[in-house]
């Protein structure tokens, strides 16, 4: 097997950056589609905050046969919670 010349070996790395650049921009623009359809209710204040931060988040909707469970999941997390921190919604 011949070795790749050099003109080849720098068009291969060239590759690997872009495929590693478009990896990381798919990583981060992934979080603002999942989002999408909730920001709307979220306090703006959460805009504030670099996307990495919101990866983990968790949406829970309330639905017409189970209304209460955004209530039900909050009492559950304050249950098991240490520290406790939250945006309230500001006031007109």
Known sequence: MKPASPAASSRLSVSRRIAAGMENLVERVEPERELRDVWRWLPDEVG?????????????????????????????????????????????
Not at 54 to 79: F, G, I, K, M, Q
Request: hydrophobic share 40%; glycine share 2%.
């Open 48 to 92: 504030e905050f670099p996307l990495e931060t919101l990866t983990e988040l968790t949406v829970t909707v309330a639905e017409p046969d189970v209304p209460y469970r955004p209530v039900n999941r909050l009492e559950s997390l304050l249950r098991t919670a240490t520290t406790v921190r939250f945006l309230r919604p500001g006031w007109p």
